[in-house]
């Protein structure tokens, strides 16, 4: 491992510097991976494309922008003293509270001196003769690393569909992962809404109280369940704290690596009216422990069609129109695409200022200057919002020209689909980590967990190196090919695997299509890192 530069660790270092690690990103995957780096004593220099930290929570300010995983689950758990002195206010907290939190993290751990903001990196090459990363930033910079991590986040390229027309809009035209730092208000507007994922099902009821006319254009409808949104219930905050150890424990042994309770008998078992009350119970909760009603609701379809039909049932009881009600009701898969959780979505359409355009028969035609045409005709908007998601999980590597051992593009090697060992690294790209990259359980789970451990895995390995006199890692291919076989196995075994998803990359046209994230599981995840480790580093090659 080579000297830390001293002399350029520090943010104002310019063209030329060394550094044991640079880490791409500084969301939370990269800010703690900052920190763990600097307590083993390496130089590590972060490049942020944004102004600030907080990756997702930086970009996606559109309004009702909230995490989805309970706030006392979705934070750090590196620091017992950050746990105990972080206060959440509401169950699932809202973006500017999470941005603040993320703001509060690099401030106690001072990790602003050690990150370079507004700065892309645009190019990696693994330098055959030097064993090191020649990394080229998008303002000209030129740096050298030992080791990179690619931090760059699993939902974090916006996905902008190449709609005709789309520059001759005469109006405003906003993305909800690329939302403007000053406030939005619709108020008086005509709003289009194109998308009806996550983020859309979020910002939908808030932006229909602002405007005049919000129409939103639909290709796909999404289940959903009720997100019982509140003030942080303070007794439960301090049960938590009180052994917050305890928690976490017990999300570790969940597939999802998220503390829901999980029956794991067959919702086929139970009579019609067992059913209803548990899944009536687990209505009257919120939130992914819907998911846990049974065993079988993701392996077999009869079964999950009991959960399908019982959410369908809920948007039927909520929308005054029945012709509304049917549009907005989903029928694929229950819990194939990723799953929503809502706060007053369906409800909205019941309001006199909303309408509900089918786009699936007949998709968006163009952009206009005035709006938009569907089939023919013609809808006029002051605004229209993309709330059109991401190139998930790969786009934003592959947004970078990385080349590997011998000039080997990323790009070249993943033409058919990501490859990965454990989704953490790449055969034929040494002394490259990924953070939750593709192979790994990442978007299926808790995400923060999942950052943690992949930092804690990659800071041991950098441990291990340097206590062993290695200076370079790599993949073996065969382990990589090994896994990936595994990845796509795990994957065909869930009925997750089967609809037109970001997971499978159908958002995006002409991306192939493979089951991205790793199936298995949070807890058999777990293990096979842990047993890679314990054999020695197990598939890869260490020099
Ligand atoms: P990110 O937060 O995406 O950060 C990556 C950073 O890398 C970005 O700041 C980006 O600018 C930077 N970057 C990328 N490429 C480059 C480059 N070439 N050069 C320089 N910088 C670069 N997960 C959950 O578990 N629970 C939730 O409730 C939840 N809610 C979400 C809500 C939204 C709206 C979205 C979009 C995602 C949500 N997620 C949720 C997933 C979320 O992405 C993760 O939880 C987590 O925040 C990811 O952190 P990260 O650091 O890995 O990536
Ligand atoms: P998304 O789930 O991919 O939704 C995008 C929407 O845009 C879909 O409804 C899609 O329709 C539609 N769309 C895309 N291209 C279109 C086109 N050409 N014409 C018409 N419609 C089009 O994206 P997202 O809502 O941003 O969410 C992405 C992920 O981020 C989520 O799944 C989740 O993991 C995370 N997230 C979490 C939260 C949270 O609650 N904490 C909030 C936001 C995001 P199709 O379905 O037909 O493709």
Redesign the pocket.
Known sequence: MSEVNAGAAHAGAKVGSDFDLVIVGAGFAGMYMLHRARGQGLSARVFEAGSGVGGTWYW?RYPG????VESMQYSYQFSEELSQEWEWSERYSPQPEILTYANHVADRFDLRSDIQFDTTVAAAHFNDDTGRWDIETGDGGQWSAQFVVMATGC?SSA?M?K?EGLDSFRGDTYH??HWPHEDVDFTGKRVGV???????I?SIPIMAEQATQLTV????P?YMVPAHNAPMDQAYAAEVKSDYGALRERARVRPGGIDIEIDLAPALEASDQERRQRYEEKWAYGGFGFMGAYGDLMLNEEANDTAAEFVRGKIRDVVDDPAVADLLSPHNTFGC??L??DSNYWQTYNRDNVSLVD?SEK??ERITSAGLSVDGQEFEFDAIVF????DAMTGTLLRIDIQGIGGQKLADKWAEGPKTYLGLSIAGFPNMFTVTGPGSPS?LTNMLPSIEQHVDWISDCLDYMRRNGHARITSESQAEEDWVEHVRDTAGLSLRSEC?S?YVG??IPGKPRVFMPYMGGYPAYLEKCAEVVENGYQGFALS
Do not use: E
């Open positions: 996606n922008a909230r995490c989805d939902l996905n569909p709609f909800t992962g194109i998308g009806t994922g996550s983020s859309a979020q254009f639909q290709r796909t999404n695409k990723r929503c959780v786009v998709p968006i709330a059109t998601g991401f978007v037109s970001w159908a958002n």
